[in-house]
């Protein structure tokens, strides 16, 4: 059970202002106060480089820094901290990925296999990286209430499929797909498969061995952490094959004017200084988290869903966008665009999204050009909800 | 309501948005122009028919947005019908003053359109209540082409 109200007084923006009521935490979340704090001492007590230097601050910075990897390792349960890679966010993971598979991978006529409710992060890398080897993008539907079409998924999925990217979460309609089961459906002909964690990560335990997934990415600043960082996991045997994505210094062996040889992963795919402090936030961000249990999360964020579904779901002239399984709710307004709802309910002091959320083949597919959301994180009450609802008949009063 | 929130949602423009003026394609325009506003989604076509004499005769807009651009798309139409094109422009570079400049429009020629003001409070509606005038420019000086306000 989350005790919500111990949970908000660690969180300085909600102490601040008890009266915002935030629910724009598939865009990012607010920080507890661990999290200032590590970024803070670090800066203030503790500064220096990593992997670079013989003096004492430096040394200090390296381990803290090397533990949060063994912690993130821990954290996914991966078999190893070589599988896990610090990244600029799940973006900047999945083009790392795209762009290395390119080279090594794929090949003219090969086909890579996503779905229709993507992140444009998790379409575009494969898009431009189809264009530049000569594959095709395919695209798996969805049903009318925005859930993969398991049927299709299978027929699409052929020995040509070389890549499965796969969003956990649907970040636009909040809809969780079968990842194990793609996972599966897609190694049986030989596929390897991407998931992009970034709406999953804070909501619920990951486990990329149970999983069984070929790589798994996540952003740092949707689980509570700073942002400027995130995590590619990779299996060891894939990481060894991909090449470096950027070059500089941190990744390399030797370096002659003749010839550079490169680390091994992860640090082949770390060049220049990294974000060392946000690292370290990310750190005390997996620790707040888990300190409160990733079941105890779910769980209370899955209320929330259902006591918001109740309580929206009858209000005139609200649509749901499909049919969320997790606290991701999008909706329409009848005859009131998304980005007035958005103005009308933030002067009521309520932060939701409102645009097409970077997923507009999703919006496409709905035949709307954009819909307002509202996503929960573990601060969120059913106060919140009931605000979300006064805040929704104010706009349509101002409307209409 | 907020004080800023009325100068923004105002009788006017809630009226323009639920009836604009104007509203669908014109088959016989001589000047079009495509505005998108590829963050939020506004997405509008503007018509404009000019006559020899290069004054506006008929303007339409088609399209779909929220109730800043489709209320400043529908002022303008009752406004542009009958001007010259330079006329046209005069406006457009007032109105684009007026909401995104702290210099002295010319308020005289804005006349009911200066209740756009308000929009200043709001920094990224902004965008919304200019695209239909950044695309008239693009209409009557480069005709065709898309113009984007990001």
């Known amino acids: 059970m989350v005790k919500t109200d111990l949970i908000r007084q660690q969180f300085p923006m909600l102490v601040q202002d008890p009266e915002l009521v935030y629910l724009d935490n598939a865009a990012t979340t607010l920080k507890p106060q661990c999290v200032i704090d590590a970024?803070?001492?670090?800066?203030?007590?503790?500064?220096?480089?990593?992997?670079?230097?013989?003096?004492?601050?430096?040394?200090?910075?390296?381990?803290?820094?090397?533990?949060?990897?063994?912690?993130?390792?821990?954290?996914?349960?991966?078999?190893?901290?070589?599988?896990?890679?610090?990244?600029?966010?799940?973006?900047?993971?999945?083009?790392?990925?795209?762009?290395?598979?390119?080279?090594?991978?794929?090949?003219?006529?090969?086909?890579?296999?996503?779905?229709?409710?993507?992140?444009?992060?998790?379409?575009?890398?494969?898009?431009?990286?189809?264009?530049?080897?000569?594959?095709?993008?395919?695209?798996?539907?969805?049903?009318?209430?925005?859930?993969?079409?398991?049927?299709?998924?299978?027929?699409?999925?052929?020995?040509?499929?070389?890549?499965?990217?796969?969003?956990?979460?649907?970040?636009?309609?909040?809809?969780?797909?079968?990842?194990?089961?793609?996972?599966?459906?897609?190694?049986?002909?030989?596929?390897?498969?991407?998931?992009?964690?970034?709406?999953?990560?804070?909501?619920?335990?990951?486990?990329?061995?149970?999983?069984?997934?070929?790589?798994?990415?996540?952003?740092?600043?949707?689980?509570?952490?700073?942002?400027?960082?995130?995590?590619?996991?990779?299996?060891?045997?894939?990481?060894?094959?991909?090449?470096?994505?950027?070059?500089?210094?941190?990744?390399?062996d030797t370096v002659t004017f003749e010839k550079t040889t490169f680390a091994p992963p992860p640090m082949r795919f770390e060049a220049g200084t990294p974000p060392i402090a946000q690292v370290m936030g990310m750190g005390a961000a997996i620790d707040f988290i888990q300190g409160i249990g990733l079941s105890a999360i779910a769980d209370h964020e899955s209320r929330l869903l259902a006591y918001a579904y109740d309580v929206l779901k009858p209000c005139p002239g609200l649509r749901l966008v499909g049919e969320p399984t997790t606290g991701i709710l999008s909706f329409t307004l009848d005859g009131i665009h998304p980005h007035d709802v958005g103005t009308i309910l933030d002067s009521k002091g309520i932060a939701v999204r409102a645009g097409h959320h970077c997923a507009q083949p999703t919006m496409q597919l709905f035949n709307v050009s954009a819909t307002t959301r509202a996503s929960f994180g573990v601060y969120n009450t059913t106060a919140d909800v009931d605000a979300l609802l006064r805040g929704i008949q104010y706009v349509q009063s101002v409307m209409t | 309501m907020s004080r800023n929130l009325s100068q923004l949602y105002q009788s006017t423009i809630l009226e323009h948005n639920k009836n604009p003026k104007n509203f669908g394609v014109l088959e016989t325009a001589t000047h079009v122009a495509h505005g998108k506003n590829p963050l939020c989604g506004d997405n509008y076509t503007l018509y404009i028919q000019l006559d020899a004499e290069h004054t506006i005769v008929d303007a339409r807009f088609d399209g779909d947005g929220c109730a800043i651009s489709k209320s400043s798309a529908s002022l303008m139409m009752e406004r542009i019908v009958g001007l010259n094109v330079q006329a046209v422009l005069d406006l457009c570079a007032s109105f684009l003053n007026l909401v995104t400049t702290d210099q002295e429009a010319d308020r005289e020629a804005l006349g009911k359109l200066k209740i756009f003001e308000g929009v200043k409070a709001y920094p990224v509606r902004v965008k919304c209540a200019t695209l239909i005038w950044h695309a008239a420019q693009t209409a009557l000086l480069r005709s065709g082409e898309t113009v984007s306000t990001e």
């Open chain 1, 39 to 252: 970024i803070q001492s670090f800066y203030s007590q503790r500064y220096g480089t990593v992997h670079r230097g013989v003096y004492w601050l430096c040394q200090q910075a390296t381990q803290e820094y090397d533990t949060v990897r063994a912690q993130v390792q821990r954290f996914i349960n991966a078999k190893s901290d070589r599988e896990i890679v610090f990244t600029k966010g799940t973006t900047d993971a999945i083009n790392l990925v795209a762009s290395g598979a390119g080279n090594v991978w794929l090949s003219p006529g090969d086909e890579i296999l996503i779905t229709h409710t993507e992140h444009h992060a998790n379409i575009i890398p494969w898009q431009q990286v189809c264009d530049q080897v000569g594959c095709t993008l395919v695209v798996a539907p969805v049903m009318a209430n925005g859930h993969l079409d398991m049927v299709e998924f299978e027929k699409k999925l052929n020995h040509k499929t070389v890549l499965v990217a796969v969003g956990h979460i649907s970040n636009a309609l909040g809809v969780e797909h079968p990842v194990k089961q793609i996972i599966q459906l897609a190694h049986a002909v030989g596929a390897k498969v991407l998931v992009d964690g970034a709406q999953s990560i804070a909501h619920q335990a990951i486990d990329v061995q149970a999983l069984d997934c070929d790589f798994f990415c996540f952003s740092s600043h949707k689980l509570y952490g700073p942002t400027g960082v995130g995590v590619l996991y990779g299996k060891k045997q894939w990481l060894d094959e991909l090449p470096p994505y950027q070059y500089g210094g941190d990744m390399i």
